[in-house]
């Protein structure tokens, strides 16, 4: 079953979808988009200075250096292989391979055992704590029980607000008081779960720089114990990324994969950046699954990723 994806009969996915995803990433469309459309919509010849002038304005929109040369280098072979004859060509050309870029990231919520452990990480301000609320709202709506696990102890703020989530949602909460062994939660949850028989166990995690080796390795601990009740668990480890810091998203995602094994990304603050091209960076050089972005407030506007609605509101298809 793949969840959060919308059905004919769902009705909990408004109109307008694409729309809004448009208007919410509008300083990424900006920064890309507007940027290359000026450089290609100009009807240039495909000379040396406009593709150096192409390649700084995609390392200009957060693709990264190694990302843009990747797609120069295909740029390139395509113009001396007389597969590209003007600019509207080349436009056409690089919506086509950005899309093949971020298409393997598009992968439907994977099903997992009964409860399915999601153990969510990332710094301090990603947006970790509102994220799992708003799955567990996407959760619920699809008719799944879930359990919250208050995992950042370190923040008695953080706990509150889980627990108004689970307030809001209707779903239970295990914590224990600030300053609490971490792990010591999330084997409380994981045996609470098994006993009520959810569906799915979302647990929070203290946010941490990945430079902080002793909060990293909690992390490695937490993943210890949940192993000892269950040695599949966790069944998936969510990395919750804040797209507005751009490229350093890359050193984020070695140091916790290092770690704790990340299986998918949560991307959030898209709709307040015009560094959401780090997204074509993140694909190109790991290729996990992007279940979910974060265009908004709303627990609505915590989105399935769709890589061709992604690069449709990016890099519109006029230039």
Same mark, same amino acid.
């Given at each position: +079953?793949?969840?959060?994806? *919308?059905?004919?009969?769902?009705?909990?996915?408004?109109?307008?979808?694409?729309?809004?995803?448009?208007?919410?990433?509008? /300083?990424?469309?900006?920064?890309?988009?507007?940027?290359?459309?000026?450089?290609?919509?100009?009807?240039?010849?495909?000379?040396?200075?406009?593709?150096? $002038?192409?390649?700084?304005?995609?390392?200009?929109?957060?693709?990264?250096?190694?990302?843009?040369?990747?797609? +120069? /280098?295909?740029?390139?072979?395509?113009?001396?292989?007389? $597969?590209? /004859?003007? /600019?509207?060509?080349?436009?056409?050309?690089?919506?086509?391979?950005?899309?093949?870029?971020?298409?393997?990231?598009?992968? %439907?919520?994977?099903? @997992?055992?009964?409860?399915?452990? #999601?153990?969510?990480?990332?710094?301090?301000?990603?947006? *970790?704590?509102?994220?799992? @609320?708003? +799955?567990?709202?996407?959760?619920?709506?699809?008719? &799944?029980?879930?359990?919250?696990?208050?995992?950042?102890?370190?923040?008695?703020?953080?706990?509150?607000?889980?627990?108004?989530?689970?307030?809001?949602?209707?779903?239970?909460?295990?914590?224990?008081?600030?300053?609490?062994?971490?792990?010591?939660?999330? &084997?409380?949850?994981?045996?609470?779960? *098994?006993?009520?028989?959810?569906?799915?166990?979302?647990?929070?995690?203290?946010?941490?720089? &990945?430079?902080?080796?002793?909060?990293?390795?909690?992390?490695?601990?937490? *993943?210890?114990?949940?192993?000892?009740?269950? %040695?599949?668990? %966790? &069944?998936?480890?969510?990395?919750?990324?804040?797209?507005?810091?751009?490229?350093?998203?890359?050193?984020?995602?070695?140091?916790?994969?290092?770690?704790?094994? #990340?299986?998918?990304?949560?991307?959030?603050?898209?709709?307040?950046?015009?560094?959401?091209?780090?997204?074509?960076?993140?694909?190109?050089?790991?290729?996990? %699954?992007?279940?979910?972005?974060?265009?908004?407030?709303?627990?609505?506007?915590?989105?399935?990723? $769709?890589?061709?609605?992604?690069?449709?509101?990016?890099?519109?298809?006029?230039?």
């Amino acid at each position: +079953m793949a969840l959060f994806r *919308k059905s004919s009969g769902d009705k909990s996915e408004k109109p307008g979808v694409l729309a809004r995803l448009n208007e919410r990433l509008a /300083s990424t469309r900006h920064a890309l988009g507007q940027n290359v459309g000026q450089l290609l919509g100009r009807k240039r010849a495909l000379d040396a200075v406009l593709l150096e $002038e192409l390649e700084t304005a995609l390392i200009t929109a957060d693709l990264g250096l190694d990302t843009a040369s990747a797609v +120069m /280098s295909e740029i390139t072979r395509r113009i001396s292989r007389k $597969e590209l /004859s003007d /600019s509207d060509a080349v436009y056409g050309a690089l919506r086509g391979i950005l899309y093949d870029i971020v298409k393997p990231c598009e992968r %439907p919520w994977p099903t @997992g055992p009964k409860p399915q452990v #999601i153990l969510a990480v990332g710094i301090n301000g990603a947006g *970790k704590t509102t994220t799992i @609320g708003k +799955m567990a709202a996407r959760f619920v709506t699809e008719g &799944h029980s879930v359990l919250l696990a208050a995992g950042d102890t370190f923040r008695a703020a953080a706990i509150e607000q889980l627990g108004e989530w689970a307030r809001r949602t209707g779903v239970g909460l295990i914590s224990q008081p600030r300053g609490a062994d971490a792990a010591a939660v999330a &084997h409380d949850a994981l045996a609470a779960a *098994k006993a009520r028989g959810s569906d799915i166990l979302l647990i929070d995690s203290a946010g941490r720089l &990945h430079t902080q080796a002793g909060l990293m390795d909690e992390l490695g601990k937490i *993943k210890r114990v949940l192993g000892r009740v269950d %040695p599949t668990a %966790p &069944h998936e480890t969510l990395l919750v990324l804040d797209a507005s810091i751009g490229q350093n998203a890359i050193a984020q995602l070695e140091h916790f994969h290092k770690v704790v094994g #990340i299986t998918g990304l949560c991307l959030t603050k898209l709709d307040g950046t015009a560094k959401g091209g780090v997204v074509f960076a993140l694909a190109k050089r790991f290729a996990l %699954p992007i279940y979910f972005v974060g265009v908004g407030e709303s627990a609505e506007d915590l989105r399935p990723f $769709e890589a061709r609605g992604f690069v449709d509101a990016v890099l519109p298809a006029e230039a």
